[in-house]
Structure formats: structure tokens, C-alpha cells
């Protein structure tokens, strides 16, 4: 595997399931992110790790939450999901935060998981 | 804020037509700017990228030069195909405050080539 993989790639969830998706980076990486990509709306920044640190949450609501285990990994468990919550979510690394400004800091996407919730 | 303007989509052209996709953004200081394609049912790929003023970045024919003076970097190709179908979108990343800032992305543009 190469780049960033995300699992599954298509979720259809009840309003009461739990369910998780996955991330994972083979690129020796140390920052992760999440993102949700709504129809007709900009991409939204969810969560930052860098270096299994949460260093952003952009007041996403709690019924997301994420868990970095260590750099290559990184999870969003959902629970009490509403059908506004239905998107694309997608998952990206990049080098380090240390180095944003530098221009080498460019983020890899994953291909997303598209999350239809019912 | 930071902030990123793309001219609104979608963007309809036939093969091998001029494309030019319009981005201006307003940042503090001096921020790195890339353009990323979305392909039907991907993630984003990173296009292309510029550092610094007057920096030209290139790939797959397309191109964009980053523009202090007018706070742009406008994304062209000569001449397009069916496969640069995709959505299109311009971001930046700059340090702000003193604050690492992340990728601040527009709102993505839609363009379909017609055979």
C-alpha cells in the first residue's frame, strides 16, 4: 500500500450505530487530518494530530470523535449520527506542522469514505 | 483571515480549448498557495504548488504564477482534455500570529471537457 488508505470506503449508518473509519499513511508522515467535503460547500477542516497530538478541533460536534494511536493512524469514531452528517470524509497527512509556510508542507488525501447516514 | 476566491463553476469547455480557472486569496505574511484536482469519486491531488512571488508551478500542462501584486494565482492549461474533467481547487497555508495555520481551501470549481 502506498499514500493514504481509508476504510470503508462507502458507510450507510442509522442515527444509533457507532461505527469507526480508518486512516492510515505510508509516507513516514506526522500530521493527519480530517475533513468533511458537504455537496455545495467548501471542505471543512474537523481535526489536526501532529505527532499524536490533537492540535486543532474546529468546534465539531462531539457525536465525532477522533483518536490517533500514533503517526500512521488515525480514526474517527461516530455515534448518534444525523442525516445532515452525510458526506464525503476524507483524510490527509502531510510532513509536519513545523514546516507550514515553507511550502513543504503539502497534504496527501486519502480517497475518502462517503458516509450516508439514514 | 486567511481566505481563498474561486471563480464559481461549473466551467464547461470542449477538447483542446484554453482553460483558466480564477483564484485570488487574502493571507498575512507571505503564504505558500497550490492548486488540488478532485477526480469523480477520489480524494484531492496535489497539482501544483508555488512558494513564493513570481514562482511558476507547473504539472500535466497545467500552470499557475503566483502574484503578490495582485494577490492571485490563476490556473491555466493550453489545451484541455475529457480527462481534466475534475473539480478543481485553490488553497493556501500561512503562518499567521505568530500560529501555524493549515490549508485553507476555495470553494472548488467544476469543469467538464466535451469531446
Known amino acids: 500500500e502506498t499514500g493514504v488508505t481509508q476504510t470503508p470506503r462507502h458507510l450507510v449508518m442509522g442515527m444509533t450505530n457507532k461505527k469507526s473509519l480508518k486512516c492510515e499513511q505510508h509516507?513516514?508522515?506526522?500530521?493527519m487530518y480530517w475533513y468533511k467535503q458537504s455537496a455545495k460547500k467548501p471542505l471543512e477542516l474537523m481535526f489536526v494530530?501532529?505527532?499524536?497530538?490533537?492540535?486543532e478541533n474546529n468546534s465539531v460536534p462531539s457525536r465525532f470523535s477522533p483518536e490517533c494511536p500514533n503517526s500512521s493512524h488515525l480514526f474517527l469514531h461516530l455515534h448518534t449520527l444525523q442525516p445532515e452528517d452525510s458526506a464525503l470524509y476524507l483524510c490527509?497527512?502531510?510532513?509536519?506542522?513545523?514546516?507550514?509556510?515553507?511550502?513543504?508542507?503539502?497534504?496527501?488525501f486519502g480517497p475518502g469514505t462517503r458516509l450516508t447516514v439514514t | 483571515g486567511d481566505s481563498v476566491t474561486q471563480m464559481e463553476g461549473p466551467v464547461t469547455l470542449s477538447e483542446e480549448a484554453f482553460l483558466t480557472i480564477n483564484c485570488t486569496y487574502t493571507?498575512?505574511?507571505?503564504?505558500?498557495l497550490f492548486w488540488y484536482v478532485q477526480y469523480p469519486g477520489e480524494g484531492l491531488q496535489l497539482l501544483l504548488k508555488?512558494?513564493?512571488?513570481?514562482d511558476k508551478g507547473s504539472n500535466k500542462g497545467f500552470e499557475a504564477t503566483y502574484r503578490k501584486e495582485t494577490t492571485s494565482f490563476h490556473l491555466e492549461k493550453g489545451s484541455v482534455q475529457v480527462s481534466d474533467s475534475a473539480v478543481y481547487f485553490c488553497?493556501?497555508?500561512?503562518?499567521?500570529?505568530?500560529?501555524?495555520?493549515?490549508?485553507?481551501f476555495g470553494s472548488g470549481t467544476q469543469l467538464t471537457v466535451l469531446p
Open positions: 490527509a497527512s502531510s510532513q509536519d506542522l513545523g514546516l507550514v509556510g515553507t511550502g513543504r508542507n503539502e497534504q496527501y
Open positions: 509516507l513516514g508522515h506526522n500530521a
Open positions: 494530530y501532529n505527532f499524536k497530538e490533537q492540535t
Open positions: 493571507a498575512t505574511g507571505y503564504p505558500s
Open positions: 508555488a512558494t513564493k512571488a513570481d
Open positions: 488553497a493556501l497555508t500561512s503562518i499567521s500570529s505568530g500560529s501555524a495555520r493549515q490549508l485553507t
